[in-house]
């Protein structure tokens, strides 16, 4: 990934300020999000499809509905753009056209492939759910071999990647901040509700203490977040 | 929209029972957001950008960053695939396999075109500030020529649409219910967390009434279906 040079494909044409393409911003993104929107192409038309992600290093993983319409495509490795998007808040401004989101994202572009190899298939399996809940894959039922048939994991290289990001409140034109037009930011936030057990929970099942982070009130990103930085 | 026989384009292959095809599933889902993410094709490679968006009728509108890369594209209307993702849980299942995401999304298909007409995009600019604001665009300074002009409006009407949901607890193999593994739903919600006003508002910009919606701890994708359900 290089960061002095963006491509064209990833330069911004539309608010360039709003651009960033370091990878530690980028990575931080990443890291602090679940779902992403992958977009890919057949028969020259579009389509994206959201599914839940990971990444290791400059590789991300998912797996999916995504992955099921890819696979019926021949190619080795097929484009796709991989975007992870969260919204901050509602920002008001004092006249319409300066109204705007707050929000953190990342387009990634790369070749897609279908991870055919048993073994990576199982362990990247085991990372997923590791990956939001430490350890969790030694506890639970080892995987059939029938379910990792079953399973479409797809893996990108990020060839190329650039984030964009606005924070703060609304910016006027000069001459409006006469105007009596209250104007500000309403911010939003992905909190956890509740954790609940399934009924069929036998009573030796203990909640595990990985759950710990996720308690009612934690901002989704921020547990996301503390999870990868925990693990690396 | 064809409720009855989904075209092979938005059939659901995967967990076919999570498809939805009916108007109201679709309408409801995206009367509930505010981010789309809206993929389109150039040069035969797929692109993701996040946008904001409303509905009237059967028609998609958004703005932004996706609008200025279409631009460069001169054909009069280009397909693409705007997709709408809630989501609300992480489920824990007993085995990894069938760990599992609950979520509302949508995609929809269409041919996406600029609004050239200045009338036009005036009106649905105000339309976009009124969606989430109702009554703002009478408040707000009025719009200049200048702005119209550098305001690149998308218009989708939808061709085909199709609604995916998962709701409820982790569904295990029948023989899974004996382990004592710990499984659950860790639910997440999107809610408001503060209104900051500007620290440039004027003692007379007194706080709006539609801001009230909008109060700590509500959810946004509850306001804004309250929102559409009481402007329609």
Known sequence: MSNARPSDRIRLRRMPKRGHYDQETINRILDAGMLAHVAYTIDGKPYVTPTAYWR??????????????????QAPGVPVCVTVTHMDGLVLARAGFHHSINYRSVMAFGDAQIVTDVAEKAKAMDHFVDRFFPGRSAETRPVHAQEL?????????IDE??????????????????????AGVIAFKTVMSDIEPDERNLS??????????YKAGARLDEVLSSIYDADH
């Not at 048939?149 to 290289?157: D, F, I, Q």
């Not at 030796?204 to 982070?213: E, F, G, S, V």
């Open 161 to 182: 990647a650039s984030a964009k990001v606005r924070v703060g409140g609304p910016v006027d034109d000069d001459e409006d901040y006469v105007l009596p037009i209250w």
């Open 204 to 213: 030796q099942a203990i909640r595990p203490a990985y759950l710990d982070r």
């Open 149 to 157: 048939k079953a399973t479409s994991l797809m893996r990108m290289n």
């Open 56 to 73: 290791e290093g400059q590789t991300l993983y998912w797996h999916g509905s995504s992955a099921s319409r890819m696979l019926r495509m």
